[in-house]
């Protein structure tokens, strides 16, 4: 495994406005999970990539894996004050049994 | 899905103590490990904690500080030795159920040293 970069580190948004965090490697991940840590809460799974190209959305949240495998993106379509909180990429560890974690992207959202 | 308990939930520490965090899984799990989480910042993984043998250390990190058990597959301890006020940081122990592949996390112990 390998780090992660996770762009942008913050982002503050009006509600009901788009929000979009990056995740990059300088090599081919077999697979990414992302993850979402509330203020004062502990990271929760939200999903796993595994295919090349491969696009999964969760209702406003849409998660997509590069072709290359190199690159993930995570997009929330019109934030809502729910959606407050660290979102984070995560890539396997050399072992390919832990996780490595990305910085993560904090997302702020105003009403 | 898993159920992950951690004790204690927050502590405050003396330098040059030691402290150790207990987890417990309401199920059995294979794959159990410890984070570490400073103020503000990501997650870096301390080891994997490997039932019935020596836990297995990232990089920068070494058994003599954080000493780890593992007499189980549902629970499994992290000590933090020789506390420094650097040492100050959320620890969490996650679970991978053997069906799965997303990690459960625990809900964190904060430590701080003073």
């Known amino acids: 495994g390998q780090q992660v970069m996770q762009i942008p580190q913050y982002q503050h948004v009006q509600e009901g406005e788009d929000f979009t965090t990056y995740c990059n490697s300088s090599t081919t991940l077999s697979n990414i999970q992302w993850y979402k840590q509330r203020p004062g809460g502990h990271p929760v799974f939200l999903i796993q990539l595994v295919k090349s190209g491969e696009v999964k959305k969760q209702k406003r949240l849409t998660f997509q894996f590069g072709e290359a495998k190199k690159n993930s993106s995570l997009h929330i379509t019109a934030t809502q004050t729910t959606d407050v909180g660290t979102y984070f990429c995560?890539?396997?560890?050399?072992?390919?049994?832990?996780?490595?974690f990305g910085k993560g992207t904090t997302l702020s959202v105003s009403s | 899905s898993a159920v992950i308990s951690q004790k204690p939930s927050r502590d405050i520490c003396q330098r040059g103590t030691s402290l150790t965090i207990q987890c417990q899984v309401d199920s059995q799990v294979t794959m159990m490990f410890w984070y570490r989480q400073q103020p503000g910042q990501s997650l870096t993984l301390i080891a994997t904690?490997?039932?019935?043998?020596?836990?297995?250390?990232e990089s920068g990190f070494v058994i003599d500080k954080f000493p780890i058990s593992r007499p189980n597959l549902t629970f499994s301890t992290l000590t933090v030795s020789n506390m420094s006020p650097e040492d100050s940081s959320i620890y969490l122990c996650?679970?991978?159920?053997?069906?799965?592949?997303?990690?459960?996390f625990g809900p964190g112990t904060r430590l701080t040293v003073t």
């Open positions: 996650s679970v991978v159920p053997s069906s799965s592949y997303e990690q459960y």
């Open positions: 995560a890539d396997s560890n050399q072992a390919g049994t832990a996780l490595i």
């Open positions: 904690a490997n039932q019935g043998s020596e836990a297995t250390y």
